[in-house]
């Protein structure tokens, strides 16, 4: 099995930054495809962004040119740098991995509890 944690949520400005990281650990070497999602209350879980084991990235659209996602070559942790932060960020952020490479997926293999992020008008 693989378990995940996240790190870094918080609160902070309009305007701000966060880097939220996730950590991977039990049998890494399963890991393709990761992803972050996010979700907030009443609405339906959102891809944030996924990269594949050979650094393939997608975007969600509404964070494209803000947002930044890598990984380590070991698969271990993957990473989402978040720039010029709106409050319509706000929402709980989510690390997922998958024993495929494909990010087009929305039921991945494996999930982390979650990090909470809020931006403050």
């Known amino acids: 099995q693989v378990q995940l944690a996240e790190s870094g949520g918080g609160l902070v400005d309009a305007g701000g930054s966060l880097r939220l990281s996730c950590l991977a650990s039990?049998?890494?070497?399963?890991?393709?495809?990761m992803a972050w999602f996010r979700e907030t209350p009443g609405k339906r879980r959102e891809l944030v962004a996924g990269i594949t084991s050979g650094g393939t990235t997608r975007y969600g659209e509404y964070v494209k040119g803000r947002f930044i996602i890598s990984r380590d070559g070991a698969k271990k942790s993957m990473y989402l740098q978040m720039n010029s932060l709106t409050p319509e960020d706000t929402a709980a952020y989510f690390c997922?991995?998958?024993?495929?490479?494909?990010?087009?997926?929305?039921?991945?293999?494996?999930w982390g509890q979650g990090t909470q992020v809020t931006v403050s008008s």
């Open positions: 997922a991995a998958d024993n495929s490479d494909y990010l087009t997926k929305f039921i991945w293999d494996y």
């Open positions: 039990g049998e890494v070497g399963r890991i393709n495809a």
